[in-house]
Structure formats: C-alpha cells, structure tokens
C-alpha cells in the first residue's frame, strides 16, 4: 500500500468519523465541531485529488468564516441540551432506507464510464483554479449569484432569529421624567453625628 492510499483512507476514515458525531451528538458545540473536523478531512481529500484550490478554499471559507458564524449563532442562541428530547430510535428506518438508496445511486454513478471518465479528465487538468472560474463564472454565473443572495438572506435572517426582544437601553423616557414628583426627586436622610475617637 503506497503512502497516498494509506493517507487517503486516514482522511476518510476520520471524515467519517467526523460526519457521525455530527449527526449523532446532542450537544451542538459538539457537533458543530465535529462538522469543523469534518471539513478539515474532506479538504485534504480534495487536495489528494490535486484540487488543492478547493481544498483550501473549504478550509478557509468553511472553517474559517461559516463555521465561526454557526458557533457565534450558537452562543448567542445559549442552546442548551433538552431533557425531553426525543430518542434517535424511532428515525432508524428512514436512516436506513436513505443510506441504501444513497448506496445504489453512488454505485451506480460509479459504475458508469461516462461519468466516471468524464470527472476523471477533467481532474486532469493542471489548471483547476482557472477552469473552475471559467465554468463558474460563465455557464453558471446566475446560480452563483443566486446562492450569494440566499446565503445573505439566511445570515440577515440568523441575526434577526437571534436578536433578544428586550435590548439594554440606558436611555430614560421623557413621560417619565415628567410625572417624577418632587418627593421622589429628593430624599433627605436624618442621621447621628458621629464623634471622633
């Protein structure tokens, strides 16, 4: 076994890992870390692939600015583990159902040599950054900016979901300033005078 392969299956084996204690663990600090381990494996199969690009580009985009903004939405959001959750149990069969169907599609795209010969060319290339740009930003520019708008939405959306509804506000309303009578203004306390020693 060549030292690629044997790097190879050590970044799927931990992005596999990773992918479960996402989806398995209660806690969503944890699983958002989990999801952060997740992207640093499957960037480094993208770089075993020589599409070192996007690998850096999941490294510093995903990492770096999506995750930071799903764990700040967490913080701000205090998510704290519910007693009454309900148990994963009864979601099995759809799990499994959706893994087998996922299987047969993945083999399936496997098996056929026009797809397979087709990634394979085109991962060929030596030039992925500027063959990346020239699809991305001529076949499908318009799916491109729409995914930029979606995205802004959902972040717009994320800052208003976490927004508290009461907000600390320093600042004293004029009707009551108004209606303070002069009792409550000024409070004379008579007190001993005390001797010194």
């Known amino acids: ?57 999941l490294i510093l985009v995903y990492v770096g600015a999506v995750m930071t903004l799903f764990l700040f939405v967490i913080m701000t959001l205090n998510l704290e583990v519910a007693e009454g959750q309900k148990r994963f149990t009864p979601y099995w069969p759809y799990v499994l159902v959706t893994a087998v169907l996922l299987l047969v599609v993945l083999c399936y ?9 087709t990634w394979h060319l085109a991962s060929l290339s030596p030039h992925n950054t500027q063959d990346l740009g020239d699809i991305l930003y001529t076949h499908y520019a318009y799916p491109f900016e729409i995914v930029g708008v979606l995205l802004l939405v959902a972040i717009i959306e994320t800052i208003a979901l976490s927004a508290k509804t009461k907000r600390l506000n320093k600042s004293i309303a004029s009707e009551t300033q108004i209606q303070v009578t002069k009792a409550e203004r000024l409070q004379i306390i008579k007190m001993e005078a005390q001797s010194k020693k």
């Open 1 to 57: 076994m060549s030292i690629q392969s044997l790097i190879f299956f050590l970044f799927a084996g931990l992005l596999i890992v990773a992918a479960l204690m996402t989806v398995l663990s209660r806690n969503p600090v944890r699983c958002a870390l989990a999801l952060v381990l997740a992207f640093f494996a499957a960037a480094g199969l993208w770089i075993l692939l020589t599409a070192e690009f996007l690998g850096l580009v």
């Open 109 to 117: 795209v496997l098996g056929s040599d026009t797809a397979f010969s």
